[in-house]
Nanobody, 115 residues
């Protein structure tokens, strides 16, 4: 498994969860890392991405509530999710991407936000 995601679960509206994705050093150093999410019947959408240099971008729906970060010592990317809403309920996928290479995906982790 090249991308190992963890941290999903059930939380109430307004609560917080932290997702983590671990990978190898070679992948971590060469790729932009990100999180996507998908709900039934919808396309997978980008939630947040962080470059090798630490630049971040977020979907408008999560900006100000979610924070993506990289731990270069642990080859891990995390997504801190706060002020969660029922519409954040989805399967979240870790992603690694670089130009000229096939995207890498982790197994999804389910986040359920109850109202």
């Amino acid at each position: 498994v090249q991308l190992q995601a963890s941290g999903g679960g059930l939380v109430q509206t307004g609560g917080s969860l932290r997702l983590s994705c671990a990978t190898s050093g070679s992948i971590f150093q060469l790729h932009f890392m990100g999180w996507y999410r998908q709900t039934p019947g919808k396309q997978r959408e980008l939630v947040a991405r962080i470059t090798n240099g630490g630049q971040t971008n977020y979907a408008g729906s999560v900006k100000g509530r979610f924070t993506i970060s990289r731990d270069n010592a642990k080859n891990t990317v995390s997504l801190q999710m706060t002020s969660l809403k029922p519409e954040d309920t989805a399967v979240y996928y870790c992603n690694a991407v670089r130009i000229g290479a096939v995207d890498l995906w982790g197994k999804g982790t389910l986040v359920t936000v109850s109202s």
